[in-house]
């Protein structure tokens, strides 16, 4: 069970949602997985039986937020609390994808605003005016704040109903109709503070994942939250597999993106280029929200006749990353990279892949990828991060810090082997664990350590 004594109270368990990388991750470490049944009753409730002691034990739970996300979601909650319950030590969920990252925390409106008089007519310390007015605003707008007197009630009342019949600029609702929400902008419920209370509430005492969509969603958790970056990764293929790339330029996709691109650009001295998509209104959103809008894409900076790297931290339905790559080609880009670090494609998304401008998508192994390749043949490669998540474990669980997992010069300081970081490995074969170099074992993570420290090491010995 234990590769190594420093690994002895540690214990791995994997969900369903992507058993490949669980295996991956525990061979890395030199230590077996943790066996784990899980079940499903007929109407669809999920159940989980840990075959093996936890008591006292450094325990880390690796599910990714990938497939089935609300079933999987629901069983890693399960694994953690049947953890604690069983008197584990510590119990540390590993999501390599993070479930619902996508949607923030912050309340948003999903479109328009309240109708109200033109933006020209109030300050900007001034209120707008209500959406729907009065009967009495309606019949006479110059009114002042003096109420009618009584006997014009009524009188005022039925002009109303009159008015209500013609066209109005105002559109009030009349009983028994629809009522019309059009002028109000819809909210959209969030789920940011339940997923990471509801991991908390489990009994989840620290979480490790993989560039949060959101880096906000860390401030939810009131438990440490180690978020590695694919960033190293990605570096480390670009310098390694893309031929002259000082000369390539960095595209960041869309504008929420712009930050994560220029990291790259800026510490691999790298051009940068932004699709920016336009999508303010052509009238005014404050009075109508269903006015047109502009859809144009702009493109800030030079890809002419030069490669174009796309980076990004997800692609789900595709649509953003093949649009950009359509924009880059008519831009005169030689050839489009595409490097992102979680690929979910979903629904048609293979298929707009493999009949787009991209010559070639880098994604991880955060998620499933078989698929995948099978559909995208020689158009898709995919880098390996188990040994990133299984040096963040081992790391983490003797109290080292995990600073230089976000240096990407460290990963061509350690020896990871000769071997390009998406090859695959032999999990049944156990002859790459103390490999430095070859084509085909992983180096033994638990000494993994600078080159200089060991030559240090071998003076010493020598002495």
Same mark, same amino acid.
């Given at each position: ?9 540690? @214990?791995?368990?994997?969900?369903? =949602?992507? *058993? ?20 499903? #009753? ?10 093996? =002691? ?43 994808? %993070?479930?619902?990252? &996508?949607?923030?925390?912050? *309340? ?23 959406? @729907? ?14 109420? *009618?007197?009584? #006997? ?13 019949? /013609? /066209? ?26 339940? +997923? ?5 509430? $489990? ?13 906000? %969603?860390?401030?939810? %958790? ?12 990605? @570096? ?23 930050? &994560? ?26 009075? /109508? ?14 890809? !002419? ?17 093949? &649009? ?8 005169? $880009? ?10 979910? #494609?979903?629904?048609?998304? +293979?298929?707009?892949?493999?009949? =787009? ?78 490999? /430095? ?5 992983? *180096? ?17 010995? !020598?002495?």
């Amino acid at each position: 069970m234990d590769g190594h004594k420093g690994m002895r109270n540690l @214990q791995i368990l994997g969900g369903s =949602s992507h *058993p490949e990388l669980v295996s991956r991750i525990c061979h890395n470490l030199a230590i077996d997985p943790s066996e784990v049944a899980s079940t499903k #009753f007929s109407n669809g409730e999920t159940s989980v039986t840990i075959r093996d =002691s936890v008591r006292e034990k450094d325990v880390y739970v690796i599910q990714s937020g990938c497939g089935n996300v609300n079933d999987n979601f629901i069983e890693l909650l399960i694994m953690i609390s049947a953890c604690k319950t069983a008197s584990a030590g510590k119990v540390t969920a590993v999501l390599p994808l %993070f479930p619902y990252s &996508r949607q923030p925390d912050v *309340p948003y409106m999903k479109s328009g605003a309240p109708a109200s008089s033109s933006a020209g007519n109030y300050s900007y310390d001034s209120t707008p005016g209500t959406p @729907q007015p009065s009967a009495r605003a309606m019949l006479n707008p110059d009114a002042t704040a003096t109420p *009618p007197p009584p #006997f014009a009630l009524s009188s005022a009342m039925s002009e109303a109903a009159a008015a209500s019949k /013609k /066209k109005s600029k105002y559109a009030p609702w009349n009983p028994g109709e629809p009522e019309n929400n059009t002028g109000y902008r819809q909210w959209v419920a969030q789920a940011g503070t339940l +997923i990471a209370s509801l991991l908390t509430c $489990a009994g989840a005492d620290h979480i490790i994942t993989m560039d949060l969509h959101d880096p906000q %969603f860390q401030g939810y %958790f009131d438990i440490p939250v180690d978020n590695l970056y694919g960033k190293p990764l990605l @570096q480390h293929y670009i310098t390694t597999s893309i031929a002259d790339y000082h000369n390539a330029v960095i595209v960041s996709p869309d504008a929420g993106g712009a930050k &994560r691109a220029t990291a790259i650009a800026d510490s691999l001295g790298m051009a940068f280029a932004l699709i920016h998509k336009d999508r303010r209104r052509t009238k005014n959103h404050l009075t /109508k929200i269903s006015g047109d809008k502009s859809n144009s894409t702009i493109m800030v900076g030079d890809v !002419h006749d030069k490669v174009a790297i796309l980076i990004d931290d997800l692609v789900d339905t595709g649509n953003t990353i093949t &649009r950009a790559a359509k924009l880059l080609k008519d831009q005169g $880009a030689s050839k489009v990279y595409a490097i992102i670090t979680h690929g979910l #494609f979903s629904g048609d998304a +293979i298929d707009r892949v493999n009949n =787009s401008a991209i010559d070639k998508v880098i994604v991880t192994n955060s998620t499933p990828q078989d698929s995948h390749q099978q559909l995208l043949g020689d158009k898709l490669e995919v880098l390996d991060v188990s040994r990133v998540f299984a040096e963040a474990i081992r790391r983490i669980h003797n109290g080292e810090s995990v600073s230089m997992l976000f240096d990407h010069r460290r990963f061509s300081d350690c020896e990871w082997g000769s071997a390009p970081l998406r090859n695959t490995v032999n999990l049944n074969s156990t002859s790459g664990l103390a490999t /430095k170099s070859g084509t085909g074992g992983y *180096p033994h993570l638990l000494n993994w350590q600078k080159p200089e420290r060991r030559m240090e090491g071998q003076k010493l010995n !020598h002495a």
